[in-house]
């Protein structure tokens, strides 16, 4: 199930951004693993992990920050592309994460990581 502070989520792009984003792209982040609240040194080991696992895989990447829309929760993740929904699927599960967001054709979805159900 989605929850729906997901689909609340605002995002804040690292400038530069890119001048044209791609199709199909997902965003992902490392940090609080199920929903479970972690310590800032720890999200920020699981942020780095993440970037070495996008950068091995050789996958583009732009850090992105995914955020409630009162602005107070604020987790650090990437844009990644280079791979289709299954794959970016695959890396939020690695890293334990309920869901991912699935951007294509100016759409933007949440995609749960558990069942793959997907909510506009």
């Keep these: 199930?989605?929850?729906?502070?997901?689909?609340?989520?605002?995002?804040?792009?690292?400038?530069?951004?890119?001048?044209?984003w791609p199709?199909?792209?997902a965003v992902v982040t490392a940090c609080n693993p199920l929903?479970?609240?972690?310590?800032?040194?720890?999200?920020?080991?699981?942020?780095v992990r993440l970037r070495k696992t996008i950068s091995r895989l050789g996958l583009k990447r732009h850090r992105v920050t995914g955020m409630s829309a009162d602005m107070k929760h604020r987790e650090p993740g990437f844009a990644v592309w280079g791979c289709g929904?299954?794959?970016a699927l695959d890396l939020g599960r690695q890293f334990n994460?309920?869901?991912?967001?699935?951007a294509e054709e100016?759409?933007?979805?949440?995609?749960?990581?558990?069942?793959?159900?997907?909510?506009h």
């Design 106 to 119: 100016g759409r933007l979805d949440v995609v749960s990581c558990a069942t793959g159900e997907r909510q």
């Design 23 to 25: 199709d199909g792209f």
């Design 85 to 87: 929904l299954a794959a």
């Design 1 to 20: 199930m989605i929850k729906d502070r997901y689909l609340k989520t605002v995002f804040v792009a690292k400038q530069p951004a890119p001048d044209r």
């Design 97 to 102: 994460q309920d869901a991912i967001f699935w």
């Design 35 to 47: 929903g479970q609240r972690l310590d800032e040194k720890s999200n920020k080991s699981a942020a």
